[in-house]
């Protein structure tokens, strides 16, 4: 028996809105769960799901909530076994991540690869890496992003340096 699912394709341009492991957590329901009772939501246009071995592939404008993290891209695959998502990967021209860091000010991630792993909230950016916040822009090859503890690793190669432009602190 073939475990494989495919979503029909959209009619007439319109999103298919994909229930990914939970819906309808409100603002506060948000703040009273953990981090590994968050859901996590999937929109996009196409949609396969191997439940056998859990593994989702979301193409056509997909875009990923959970918790404050939203995710943007042309394809993304989730690796969620027993229904518990492990780690996501992305792809796009480019993929854009968007969450706030811990005192609130607007972070944003952009390259063509991401990586993310659901567990210790790593984000790792490849080809074209960049990282904007509200007191640095980096950008370099490859970019290791904790966004729990809010540090930044940044790689260049010997074909791309990297560069960091540190900002004065918002009053």
Same mark, same amino acid.
């Given at each position: 028996m073939n475990n494989t699912r495919t979503a029909p394709r959209p009619v007439a341009g319109a999103a298919i809105a994909l229930l990914g492991l939970a819906l309808g957590a ?21 949609? @396969? ?13 997909? @875009? ?33 991540? @968007? ?15 991401m990586e993310y792993t659901f567990d210790d909230q790593i984000l790792v950016l490849r080809d074209d890496a960049r990282v904007q916040t509200a007191t640095e822009d980096a ?33």
């Amino acid at each position: 028996m073939n475990n494989t699912r495919t979503a029909p394709r959209p009619v007439a341009g319109a999103a298919i809105a994909l229930l990914g492991l939970a819906l309808g957590a409100t603002p506060a329901t948000l703040a009273a769960q953990t981090l590994e009772d968050l859901p996590v939501r999937i929109s996009a246009d196409r949609a @396969e799901m191997d439940d056998r071995r859990g593994v989702g592939t979301y193409s056509g404008n997909v @875009e990923v909530i959970r918790g404050n993290l939203t995710l943007h891209a042309d394809r993304i695959v989730i690796h969620a076994p027993e229904r518990r998502p492990v780690r996501m990967e992305a792809e796009g021209k480019p993929v854009r991540a @968007e969450s706030p860091d811990p005192a609130g000010q607007p972070r944003v991630a952009t390259a063509n690869r991401m990586e993310y792993t659901f567990d210790d909230q790593i984000l790792v950016l490849r080809d074209d890496a960049r990282v904007q916040t509200a007191t640095e822009d980096a950008t370099g090859e490859r970019i290791t992003y904790d966004l729990a503890q809010d540090i930044i690793g940044i790689e260049g190669s010997e074909a791309r340096r990297v560069h960091i432009t540190i900002l004065p602190r918002p009053e």
